[in-house]
């Protein structure tokens, strides 16, 4: 194949977003550019996540799309990678002949000998390589950094497709951990996030999560940690004690809790009940003040009563989260709640999505005009035009109207606050 260009569309979580930069970062060293249009690629790939329906059937409508730029020029090669190539494999093939390679999460190092042509079409076997796999990455941002630190996820949520599409979990060597960093580091970067679906369950003999927290914190250059995602049944008082201790940390956990029923909670399988994940809120705001706290809740998971659902509302109430991201359950083929009796229609869960983002609205807006006339360190990722933003230690977005460096770390007074951002004014020193 003698294709130069390559266009990819990127679908789901952050770990879908690193796994394109990988992707990116193979080609690159090929010597392919990427563009925006399809219809200019050589080699169009589609980066799927199946989390809930309605991501899938986004992918299947681009899908749709390109299928007749394919009729006009044959020598296109379609590539469908991610969680909906890991679940569906040759099933995609056949509803979708026209796509020329599947491959899953663990087989992305297989790109680089699928541009030299291979006749095999399908990769989406275990590949336990994929820990030590060495594989270039073209980063999206200069300032911040996506670092891997644990594949796959061993849970099983009643509701999560993850566990099937990502394999068992296994985290990364530390070494190898702190070698990227290092490297990020002399590249000028600031912030590194280190990912995973359960950072929390980090384990490299000696070395867990908070031990691996204490030595990246020791890492020059680097001003900010943050990782996600957290646990709540893996969020334990030491990991708390790392984070205030290490003081590039930053002041903001993802703690998804996903309903404040414990009825609902069991029959999801998430391991803990809401008083345990309230006193880890308490554990967690008492050591570490001003610490910004989000979650995700679903809402209609089957068998969901009004007095449920009436729990998740005052969960919302009781914690003041600082922002959530709210779905309405999706049942996914293979996982366990699919199969449970008492399904919520869709009107109810309709419903339901209004009211709990009704709800948080308002608890985000109160929680970010509280912060309007404060002065906060703001690490500058983006400039368009006079204006820069960047993000708050708790990563709230700041929109600020000065033209500052890339990568500056300054302090900002904050003058208006709105839902989902911040405005704020550069303080002359
Ligand atoms: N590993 C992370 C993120 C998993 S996916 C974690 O454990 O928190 C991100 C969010 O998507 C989940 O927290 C959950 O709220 C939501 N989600 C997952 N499966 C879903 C489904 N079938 N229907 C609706 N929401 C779902
Ligand atoms: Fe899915 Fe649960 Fe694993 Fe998160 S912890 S990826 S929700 S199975
Ligand atoms: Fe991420 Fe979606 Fe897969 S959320 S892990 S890309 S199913």
């Known amino acids: 194949m003698k294709g130069r260009a390559v266009y990819i569309k990127t679908f789901g ?9 990988r992707m990116l970062g193979i080609l690159e060293a090929k010597g392919f550019i990427e563009v925006e249009e399809p219809r200019k690629a050589d080699i169009i790939i589609f980066n799927t996540c199946a989390i809930r329906q309605k991501a899938e059937q986004k992918f299947l409508s681009s899908l749709g799309r390109v299928k007749y730029i394919k009729k006009r020029n044959p020598q296109l090669k379609i590539i469908v990678a991610g969680c909906v190539a890991q679940l569906q494999g040759e099933k995609l093939l056949n509803k979708a002949p026209y796509i020329d390679y599947i491959i899953g999460p663990d087989n992305i190092h297989i790109l680089e000998s699928i541009i030299e042509d291979q006749s095999e079409r399908i990769f989406i076997h275990e590949n336990s390589n994929v820990v030590n796999a060495k594989i270039p990455i073209k980063r999206k941002h200069s300032v911040k950094a996506w670092v891997n630190i644990i594949y796959g996820c061993n849970n099983y949520c009643a ?114 009940t809401y008083e345990e994940y309230l006193e880890k809120i308490h554990w967690l705001r008492e050591t570490i003040q001003n610490i910004s706290i989000t979650s995700d809740i679903i809402v209609g998971f ?99 109207a000065s033209d500052i460096a890339l990568g500056s770390i300054v302090d900002i007074k904050i003058v208006k606050a709105h839902r989902h951002s911040l405005e704020g004014e550069l303080i002359q020193k």
């Open 13 to 21: 979580c952050q770990m879908n977003e690193h796994d394109t930069e």
């Open 159 to 272: 509701y999560c497709v993850v566990p099937y599409t990502r394999g068992r979990e296994r985290s990364r060597p530390a070494e190898d951990i702190i070698k990227e960093i290092e490297l990020l580091s002399e590249l000028g970067f600031k912030d590194v996030t280190l990912l995973g679906q359960n950072v929390n369950s980090y384990k490299d003999g000696d070395i867990d999560f908070p031990a691996l927290l204490e030595k990246v914190n020791e890492i020059k250059g680097i001003e900010r940690i943050r990782f996600v995602t957290s646990h709540p049944k893996d969020l334990s008082r030491r990991l708390i004690y790392a984070m205030k201790n290490c003081e590039k940390v930053c002041e903001h956990i993802h703690l998804p809790l996903q309903a404040g029923s414990d009825k609902i909670l069991k029959l999801m399988n998430r391991k803990y």
């Open 302 to 400: 089957p068998q969901e009563e009004n007095e449920d659902f009436e729990k998740t509302l005052n969960a919302l109430k009781e914690i003041q989260f600082d922002g959530i991201f709210a779905f309405k359950f999706s049942p996914r083929p293979g996982t366990s709640a699919t199969r449970l009796d008492g399904h919520i229609s869709e009107e109810i869960k309709a419903n339901r999505l209004t009211e709990v983002l009704r709800l948080q609205d308002e608890i985000t807006e109160r929680k970010n005009k509280a912060l309007e006339g404060t002065i906060q360190e703001v690490l500058i990722e983006d400039r368009e035009g006079e204006y820069s933003t960047g993000r708050t230690r708790t990563n709230k977005i700041v929109k600020i």
